[in-house]
């Protein structure tokens, strides 16, 4: 079965550290997207692509990055944590317009 | 901009009643599509229902219907006959015809249901 998988589950870094959450696909799907829930706020979009070397900023992408070297992955970097990335993040993907279809989700805690 | 707009942060209710979950949304886009998730305390994020803003009807996938109301801007989550394992988050989500692929989420709404 198709599937999208996160990893680590749950990562605990310290202020500074580079953190690399890694996001795979095996949908096929050309759009990927990477959300960070805090409660309160739902679900924001940090970046998303729509295809290999497409990568686009969404609303929070401050502090983020990320790159499409394939269609299957999507790694979400946090360049240098900071306390305030501290989150649940998700990823997802989807055809064109279709449902999205999510990880499990990734628990970062950023001392 | 788009922007959806969940007001019930809380809700109760009791075991094998219905209950009506709002979300309310705004955009400019002639062609949208609204979704509801349901987020368990897991944590997994699970698709629940999608309804075409030329939909007809209104969407229905067993317990679940969504009241969509075009002129008010509203597309409600109505859960008939509600279980234990109803008690979740569910979140309501916009994709726009100008923002291609990308969901816009509410804040979300925490469903407890009491035996």
């Known amino acids: 079965d198709a599937e999208i998988t996160q990893s680590p589950r749950h990562k605990i870094t310290e202020t500074g550290r580079q953190v690399t959450l890694a996001c795979h696909q095996t949908?096929?799907?050309?759009?990927m997207f990477w959300y960070r829930q805090d409660l309160g706020h739902g679900l924001r979009l940090i970046h998303y692509?729509?295809?290999?070397?497409?990568?686009n900023k969404g609303e929070v992408s401050d502090g983020y990055s990320v790159s499409r070297s394939n269609t299957e992955d999507l790694p979400l970097t946090l360049e240098s944590a900071a306390s305030s990335q501290t989150s649940v993040y998700f990823c997802a993907s989807s055809l064109l317009t279709g449902e999205l279809f999510f990880g499990e989700g990734s628990r970062l805690t950023v001392l | 901009a788009q922007k959806i707009t969940q007001t019930q942060p809380g809700m109760f209710v009791q075991e094998k009643e219905a209950v009506t979950l709002d979300c309310t949304y705004d955009?400019?886009?002639?062609?949208?599509?609204l979704f509801w998730y349901k987020q368990p305390s897991s944590g997994e994020m699970i698709f629940l229902i999608y309804?075409?803003?030329?939909?007809?009807q209104n969407a229905t996938e067993g317990r679940y219907s969504l009241n969509f109301q075009k002129a008010r801007k509203s597309a409600n989550l109505v859960i008939s006959a509600s279980q234990l394992g109803d008690s979740a988050m569910y979140f309501c989500a916009m994709i726009g015809s100008s923002n291609t692929g990308k969901l816009i989420f509410g804040q979300g709404t925490t469903l407890q249901v009491k035996p």
């Open positions: 692509s729509y295809g290999v070397q497409d990568t």
């Open positions: 309804q075409g803003s030329y939909d007809q």
């Open positions: 949908w096929n799907h050309n759009n």
């Open positions: 955009t400019s886009d002639p062609s949208y599509g």
